[in-house]
């Protein structure tokens, strides 16, 4: 959010730098605190699912569900032939390329967010229900190792 300290609102955007797209941010019962009618958040609004929606699909080499689909491309996948060309062909054999000279795969497998501790950096002398609020510049981070932060506070322009 380029700097800005604002409060986050119920509808709010995150994005994890290993998903695919961002996630809303929701409270499902308000706090008692609204900012233009919207209920506004606060640090301990981070559990998976029932606060943060899936980033879409995950790249991070950490989530086990990635591992697995890099487990079925590796099994399915042979070492290619080298292409020697025509003329070479007369005087060279096709060799194998080595696995390990190949470039590993990229996969991806449905995010499945691993929020396991509160937002940092909350507004500390403003109480959202019982703990600080939650401001625009707040961080977490995933279990499997994405970066998350907020890219719009929801708040009504």
Same mark, same amino acid.
């Given at each position: 959010?380029?700097?800005d300290?604002?409060? =986050? =609102?119920h509808g709010?955007?995150? @994005?994890?730098?290993?998903?695919?797209?961002?996630?809303?941010?929701?409270?499902?019962?308000?706090?008692?605190?609204?900012?233009?009618?919207? $209920?506004?958040?606060?640090?301990?609004?981070? @559990?998976?699912?029932?606060?943060?929606r899936?980033?879409? =699909?995950c790249?991070?080499?950490?989530? $086990?569900? %990635?591992?697995?689909?890099?487990?079925?491309?590796?099994?399915? %996948?042979?070492?290619?032939?080298?292409? =020697?060309? !025509?003329?070479?062909?007369? @005087?060279? &054999?096709?060799?194998?390329?080595? *696995?390990?000279? *190949?470039? $590993?795969?990229?996969? %991806?497998?449905?995010?499945?967010?691993?929020? %396991?501790r509160p !937002?940092?950096?909350? &507004?500390?002398?403003?109480?959202?229900?019982?703990?600080d609020?939650?401001?625009?510049?707040?961080?977490?981070?995933c279990?499997?190792?994405?970066?998350?932060?907020?890219?719009?506070?929801?708040?009504?322009k």
């Open positions: 959010m380029s700097g300290k604002s409060f =986050v =609102v709010a955007f995150a @994005f994890c730098d290993q998903g695919s797209r961002p996630a809303r941010i929701i409270v499902p019962a308000s706090h008692g605190e609204y900012i233009h009618e919207q $209920p506004q958040l606060n640090i301990h609004d981070f @559990f998976p699912e029932r606060n943060v899936p980033f879409g =699909v790249k991070s080499l950490n989530n $086990p569900a %990635v591992q697995a689909e890099m487990k079925k491309v590796e099994e399915a %996948v042979k070492a290619p032939k080298q292409d =020697v060309g !025509w003329f070479n062909s007369l @005087f060279m &054999k096709e060799e194998d390329i080595p *696995l390990e000279q *190949l470039p $590993p795969p990229e996969c %991806v497998a449905m995010c499945t967010p691993k929020i %396991v !937002w940092d950096f909350g &507004k500390e002398d403003v109480k959202v229900g019982p703990t609020a939650m401001l625009s510049s707040c961080c977490n981070s279990l499997f190792g994405g970066n998350i932060t907020i890219i719009d506070n929801g708040q009504r």
